[in-house]
């Protein structure tokens, strides 16, 4: 039988995008240390939809995804688009998943072990020019790292001679790249850059370390955007990248903001 | 015509709640300068149903919602849960308003004014018994107000003799009373047991004083919450309470949490 | 006292945007009816930041809104900037605010009267070449309503030649344009395109009538795009415009998605 | 170093819970086909706080949790809180848990597979009579799972003799129990309450079968919530239970809600 969605549409409006959001599904990310880590991603699959098509088959992105071995890591991403244009017989394919990444982190001064979770994403697009093979002309993919840091206020430090207010911030960072990037990279440059970073589990002889370290080092949201861009414009991998940081003051409800981005 | 709601059930199960939740109206909510704020509130309404009666007419739960004046407050909320009873013909009927409220601050040194956004909320029942009128056995009503304050840690100003951690937090003061009491009673309360209250605006002079003010007085989560907690206890208008403190600690990715209840 | 934020930075990395986000204050909206109304909106106050200089006044942003008189509209919106442009001494300035409108509603055969809560938003930006009068080259702002509505899958229709699976989408329309855009007429578009529209209060009659028009007009999710961009393209007034719909499928746990974006 | 938090209060207010919340770990699930699944859960710890003790050592909630296993099972978590309160000497611990839960799924006519995503949780409280042996005394574990499914208006049905509405639902199924539930159990209860499962994949043959099949099988809300519960009375393992569901009107902005709770 015919579907409906394979008849024409007059109306000549090309769709940017058409696909399934909120999608959660098993998949592995691979880990620096050389395994692979199970965990769970939300995924958001798109087409594009030409102009004289009346619709997609909606079904077929859930069945590329409970096809594919879902592995998030650029590479794989493309096959995974690969398969989904193929599917779809669409001019290009893209793709947005979110999942949670562990960090390993040993407490300054007592050694305890623990892991913090960092929240990541993938935005992936494969054009109409690529042949979907490794490293192809027309594969773009942007990895997103938010890092959860501590920032020391320096103007309250100066303010008071003393009693400065401290927060949680996050940096989100995201780069486009040239070969191998991994997460845990991007979170410790968001690390170095802040006042402290920050460790699920500290003993008293640890928090005293990390305190005495962050009020050496106070800074401003803007300085620690600065800090993460000056080091990715020194980095070759790095193409292009979006630094965005935000402050949950201590002092007030409201949060700040600052942000950067640069193409190479 | 019949409706197929006013049909029989015959598998004696009485249901606690049937309604409507997340519908979004107007309101207006009394200030205790005097005045009343438009605002617009999420409203959760049910009614109970008997156990052999088939389904509730849920178009009334609107309706009733629509021909009310919508004025936050506890004898306001009485009449409203009066109506919606008699227009469901259920034996009682349940409100929960969530809202914001803003309560007026002024920075302590250079008098800067601004506006502090608390959400609040009324959870309010007029039971079987009731007649509806003010005061009438069979009606309950809590009110919460979350307050967003400042903590310093007191552990690590005497670990480190100098550089605290400091935070947001949210006090989340539940009430039940006899008489009158003010949204901004809640508020003044939760900031008087924080080491600080927010300000949305704090120019240089006002940063300073309010941490000088801050670090002289580091609360724990456990102490914010016996304070206010005690507080609470004196009160001859409270005939139950809860608190809840949150921490957004700035040296850890996970919060902090206290809880007291107590009926008196 | 000279403000360390007034210091220079040595590292040549101007930043895009620094300013508060989640700031929730009151503030008016004008009605299509004439009227205005009341409401609470969130904002987000930008400047951008020299690549010379240390850091922005944060406490500036807040007093600038506390002294504003916080109209949402795009000329109001527009002398907002340029006082925040002045007090920040930034060459650009730019806002987001969020908020709620409420579109009454008749419902179609008992005449039922209610309100539907509708998310909008204004972006705005004042760029560094406009003088900040009114329709001054450099400023730019965009609207958008996040509009509910129904729709009726046409696959399922043709597959069952009866039982069709409906359910609840938003079509969130954003538009760039010359002169005056109501909100009342972008909610009037998108529900014009879909099966039906939303009516918080619906009588069995209403229901009826509803239901009947939603079947006789199916529209898949990519149909629903296209009739909305359609129109807006045959819109003198609009320059740009982005239509994003979102369909809660009622036979699936994800939702699926559709979007496009135009400049004229 | 004596700890400040070891010192006295004498303000006579026990603390009903102190702990840690939104703590991401890794952890395993045990599912009915055998295996285990890894997966990411959130968790919240408590103590309860004696009236003359100052404060809680909260990084050994942390440390507890990362040298535990994280088995998500009723007699692992008794394991965990018993750790917990020995680490604390808490007179009890208690914890919530809440993870993603994937359930195989076959599509009814083509026979694809695929995984719905339910979220599921545990709350568990290790008392202060309690052992912490295996089915001790003093320790009380709920279990939910929230199950999305699909229901047909049966008021819509007879009012229009065809067209009628369907949406979106989700069905929290709550239980105590006696020896072992399964999380499919439950959900496949509620599904088989609804007019219809969900499938994450639906070719044009599956969507026909399940819609022929629901619009056989119209509920009310509040057929739906009674019929789960008529079940569960007969499931002589189930000592408690919570039935809560929640609509997503396709005719409306807002939902519609049912909850029945009964103990045995």
Redesign the interface.
Known sequence: ?A???DGH?D?E??????????????ATVPERGGGV????ATF?L?GE?AEDA???H??RF??VL?SDERILEPEHLERLLSSLRDALGSASASAEVEF?Y?VPKVSPVSG??????CEASYEATLGAGSTGGAGAAGFDVVLTVDV?V?T?C???L???S???????GHVAVSVRFNGQVWIEELVELAEDCAS?P???????ED??A???A??AKPV????L??CV??RL?SDVRVTWYRVEA?N??????????????RER
Chains 1, 2, 3, 4 share one sequence.
């Not at 880590?37 to 769970?40: I, L």
């Not at 920050?198 to 008293?204: A, S």
């Not at 949950?248 to 981005?261: F, K, P, R």
Request: charged share 25%; net charge negative; with cysteine.
């Open positions: 039988m579907s409906i969605q549409d109306r409006i090309a769709l940017d995008r058409v696909g399934v959001v909120n999608v959660v599904y098993p880590r199970s965990t769970e958001a798109f939809l009346r619709g997609t909606l079904s859930v069945r409970q949670t562990f305890e072990k623990s892991l913090l979770a959860p501590m020391v320096p103007c309250s100066e303010l008071t003393g009693p400065a207010h401290t927060q949680r402290a920050m460790f699920p589990i500290l003993r008293g928090e005293r990390v305190l005495e962050a009020y401003f949201i803007e300085d955007v600065r861009a000056e414009d935000e949950l003051e201590s002092v007030h409800e409201h949060d700040v903001y600052a942000c950067v981005e």
